[in-house]
């Protein structure tokens, strides 16, 4: 875990190390804002050196409607991005690159009580991508005939955080645009820190559209998970090491595995491996019962032989 965060963090400072605006005011608009970085990271922010993806998928939408050719061009773009990076990495992302993902995990060290929530709540990040990042952008218009970036501007905590607080300091002359949807935007962003003090990856499991994407291509892409029954001990550290709270091998290569490889490493008899392929093993994947569900049989079976005996 420790060379995982090290790694998180190398990244999140990499992508945010544009100090030029101490000099020339503004964000980058270099060569490498016109790529697509992995995770969440505001494009925004004075520090970004790249864009983020789910901005482009909001412009792309927002503009299909005004400008078709122009859409389709960076629809065509970010289609490519998110395939290399999801066919390559998958949500490794989300475990090994994303910003956002590293801030969550560094609040929750923090020694408070911490909470559970109901796995039907994961279903609010189905409405945000549906609704913020693919439906409004592309219904409404404005009176330029563009649509707006609905994500961004009203919910995405990493652009307040990246870029909308920090503007405010730099260019005081925002000051005064400030209104209700600021103050909605600074209250959703302490709500989701705070929440991330008291439940590890609040933002990834419940309302990330990013992690979403990416989690389609867990069961596409050169990387995934395998159990080795054989070897498996039923011991259920592989789950109580998971950050996504997911039954294995039931939920190894599903949409909520942020690959941080936890379960990998805290396997005692190396049941769990990783396994670089582009070939389909629907089987593997889709393994229904989880070793949790089979210790507690196991046990069941040895109290019913016990007092049968």
Known sequence: MKKRNFIQFLVAVWANSYFGFLIRGGIYTGKLKNLCFPGLNCYSCPLALMACPLGILQHVMATLRALPVVAVKGALYLLGSLLFYGLLLGRFVCGWICPFGFLQEMLYRIPLPKIGLPRRARLLKWGLFLGLVLALPFIFKGETGYGEVWFCRTFCPAGTLEAGLP??????????????????????????????????????????????????????????????EKNCIFCGLCEKMCPMELEIPKELNSLECIRCLNCLNACPTKSIELKGSFRLETRL???????AERRHATRRESLRRNSSG
Request: charged fraction near 15%.
């Open 167 to 228: 503007n405010l300091v730099l260019e005081p002359q925002l000051r005064s645009l400030i209104g209700l949807l600021f103050y909605w935007k600074v209250l959703l962003l302490a709500g989701i820190l705070l929440g991330s003090i008291l439940y590890l990856r609040l933002f990834c499991k419940l309302f990330c559209p990013l992690g979403l994407i990416y989690g389609f291509f867990n069961r596409l892409g050169l990387f995934r998970l395998r159990w080795q």
């Open 285 to 291: 994947d889709r393994l229904p019962f989880s070793v």
